[in-house]
């Protein structure tokens, strides 16, 4: 790839950002400009960048911005990994922020690059083309408001200043994408840590942690599944007591011991058909009976939800205990033949595909619902934590009640939104406003 296409790749892609892009909310402009971006590198690693399109896809059917933030990140994270690659954590931790960083190096080489060359034939007419435009457009947007309405239309404000940053932003890091694809740095390194722990090292703590993991799951094996009984026959406990008290506890010990068996795998001998049965046999019944205690958590934590309703704090970390035992078993997997090169990659993939599971069940959607189905059966119902939430939520509260509706949706506005903005959530809210007449709120 040469300076010269380099630069008009990365200015392709940043007039593409500054047309496409809605920064100021969730839209579909987000996952058009991935796609463009990526269209125009071509030499990508596919699987990383259609998780990167996905994440940033989530803006076009789910308007709550919290989330969208999270998938944004994440697809960022994943862009970069289809650039820059990764197999090792060590790589996967440097891919993951490599375009942004590399961009730094990417500008001075990019000027020598087409200083030697000489820039490319159409840099002149192009130049001279977007300083007419400049100069010429808001003249002639401020003569005429239906040219002014045609042209917001189809670009971006441009008084905001907007389309400015977004160009850079976009561009300049297309181009560091570029340079990654050019000089393909080694982002794993080639240092392997040495294995020095015998067996007599680590079989007795690790032993030990096994020993008291199943004398927890032995001495509460009646209650870690009882659930609503157990709450009601013993004494002094409260559902906050057993859910919320246990579940962080718990919460803990499953990230704890993930680092006491990657510290173990990584270090323990394996000179022995003796020592690798050992390392399978003690590290795979700590992680069945972590996965147990991974299933304990859930559990409290939705009994906790059904008696106190749901809400974005607690369906999200019960995503992310979802997600920890999901990578228990890709340990357990990796346990089996005692090869683990594969499970950096894929404990980060599972992770950005749990992120677009997450946004699949529509969360801020979901909360609404159940907590509309325990107002049902229970008669209580936070209304005003549930008119907090996006506007996702607007069709299951739209089911309420009018008393209840008028409270949960009194000040909820839902503009309109151009093409770069549409969002299928925001668009199932207005058509449930459309068909509300909301009456004095009643509470």
């Given at each position: 790839?040469?300076?010269?296409?380099?630069?008009?790749?990365?200015?392709?892609?940043?007039?593409?950002?500054?047309?496409?892009?809605?920064?100021?909310?969730?839209?579909?402009?987000?996952?058009?400009?991935?796609?463009?971006?990526?269209?125009?590198?071509?030499?990508?690693?596919?699987?990383?960048?259609?998780?990167?399109?996905?994440?940033?896809?989530?803006?076009?059917?789910?308007?709550?911005?919290?989330?969208?933030?999270?998938?944004?990140?994440?697809?960022?994270?994943?862009?970069?990994?289809?650039?820059?690659?990764?197999?090792?954590?060590?790589?996967?931790?440097?891919?993951?922020?490599?375009?942004?960083?590399?961009?730094?190096?990417?500008?001075?080489?990019?000027?020598?690059?087409?200083?030697?060359?000489?820039?490319?034939?159409?840099?002149?007419?192009?130049?001279?083309?977007?300083?007419?435009?400049?100069?010429?457009?808001?003249?002639?947007?401020g003569a005429d408001a239906a040219f002014a309405n045609l042209l917001g239309?189809?670009?971006?404000?441009?008084?905001?200043?907007?389309?400015?940053?977004?160009?850079?932003?976009?561009?300049?890091?297309?181009?560091?994408?570029?340079?990654?694809?050019?000089?393909?740095?080694?982002?794993?390194?080639?240092?392997?840590?040495?294995?020095?722990?015998?067996?007599?090292?680590?079989?007795?703590?690790?032993?030990?942690?096994?020993?008291?993991?199943?004398?927890?799951?032995?001495?509460?094996?009646?209650?870690?599944?009882?659930?609503?009984?157990?709450?009601?026959?013993?004494?002094?406990?409260?559902?906050?007591?057993?859910?919320?008290?246990?579940?962080?506890?718990?919460?803990?010990?499953?990230?704890?011991?993930?680092?006491?068996?990657?510290?173990?795998?990584?270090?323990?001998?394996?000179?022995?058909?003796?020592?690798?049965?050992?390392?399978?046999?003690?590290?795979?019944?700590?992680?069945?009976?972590?996965?147990?205690?991974?299933?304990?958590?859930?559990?409290?934590?939705?009994?906790?939800?059904?008696?106190?309703?749901?809400?974005?704090?607690?369906?999200?970390?019960?995503?992310?205990?979802?997600?920890?035992?999901?990578?228990?078993?890709?340990?357990?997997?990796?346990?089996?033949?005692?090869?683990?090169?594969?499970?950096?990659?894929?404990?980060?993939?599972?992770?950005?595909?749990?992120?677009?599971?997450?946004?699949?069940?529509?969360?801020?959607?979901?909360?609404?619902?159940?907590?509309?189905?325990?107002?049902?059966?229970?008669?209580?119902?936070?209304?005003?934590?549930?008119?907090?939430?996006?506007?996702?939520?607007?069709?299951?509260?739209?089911?309420?009640?009018?008393?209840?509706?008028?409270?949960?949706?009194?000040?909820?506005?839902?503009?309109?939104?151009?093409?770069?903005?549409?969002?299928?959530?925001?668009?199932?809210?207005?058509?449930?406003?459309?068909?509300?007449?909301?009456?004095?709120?009643?509470?």
């Open positions: 790839m040469t300076p010269n296409r380099v630069l008009l790749t990365g200015t392709a892609a940043g007039i593409g950002a500054a047309v496409l892009l809605p920064l100021d909310e969730p839209g579909l402009g987000w996952s058009l400009t991935a796609a463009l971006v990526f269209a125009l590198l071509r030499k990508v690693r596919p699987a990383w960048a259609v998780l990167s399109v996905a994440l940033f896809a989530v803006g076009a059917f789910v308007a709550a911005e919290w989330l969208f933030v999270l998938c944004a990140i994440a697809g960022c994270a994943a862009g970069s990994l289809a650039i820059a690659g990764g197999r090792t954590a060590r790589g996967m931790v440097f891919g993951a922020g490599a375009v942004p960083i590399a961009t730094v190096r990417a500008v001075p080489w990019l000027a020598k690059g087409v200083k030697e060359r000489g820039a490319p034939p159409m840099t002149r007419p192009i130049l001279a083309t977007a300083a007419l435009l400049l100069v010429f457009v808001p003249l002639l947007a239309s189809v670009v971006p404000d441009e008084s905001s200043g907007q389309p400015i940053v977004l160009f850079l932003a976009v561009g300049l890091g297309t181009i560091g994408a570029c340079y990654l694809l050019v000089s393909q740095p080694n982002l794993d390194g080639t240092a392997v840590l040495p294995r020095t722990v015998a067996r007599r090292d680590w079989v007795l703590p690790v032993g030990a942690l096994v020993l008291l993991f199943a004398t927890f799951v032995g001495v509460q094996i009646s209650t870690l599944f009882a659930g609503d009984e157990h709450v009601i026959t013993t004494a002094d406990l409260t559902y906050a007591d057993y859910a919320r008290t246990g579940f962080w506890q718990l919460l803990a010990v499953t990230v704890l011991t993930l680092g006491v068996i990657a510290v173990v795998a990584r270090l323990a001998h394996l000179d022995s058909p003796t020592d690798r049965r050992w390392l399978r046999g003690l590290l795979g019944a700590l992680s069945v009976l972590t996965l147990v205690i991974v299933a304990s958590a859930l559990t409290r934590m939705w009994l906790y939800q059904q008696a106190y309703g749901f809400t974005v704090l607690r369906v999200l970390v019960s995503a992310c205990e979802l997600w920890l035992g999901l990578v228990y078993l890709l340990v357990l997997a990796a346990g089996v033949r005692l090869q683990a090169g594969w499970l950096a990659r894929a404990v980060v993939g599972t992770g950005f595909a749990a992120l677009v599971g997450l946004a699949a069940i529509n969360p801020d959607r979901f909360i609404a619902e159940r907590n509309i189905d325990r107002w049902q059966e229970t008669g209580k119902i936070d209304v005003w934590y549930l008119s907090t939430l996006s506007d996702d939520a607007v069709p299951a509260l739209a089911s309420l009640p009018s008393d209840l509706r008028a409270c949960a949706l009194k000040f909820r506005r839902v503009g309109s939104d151009d093409w770069r903005e549409w969002n299928l959530g925001r668009q199932h809210a207005r058509t449930s406003l459309a068909d509300l007449e909301l009456g004095p709120c009643g509470r």
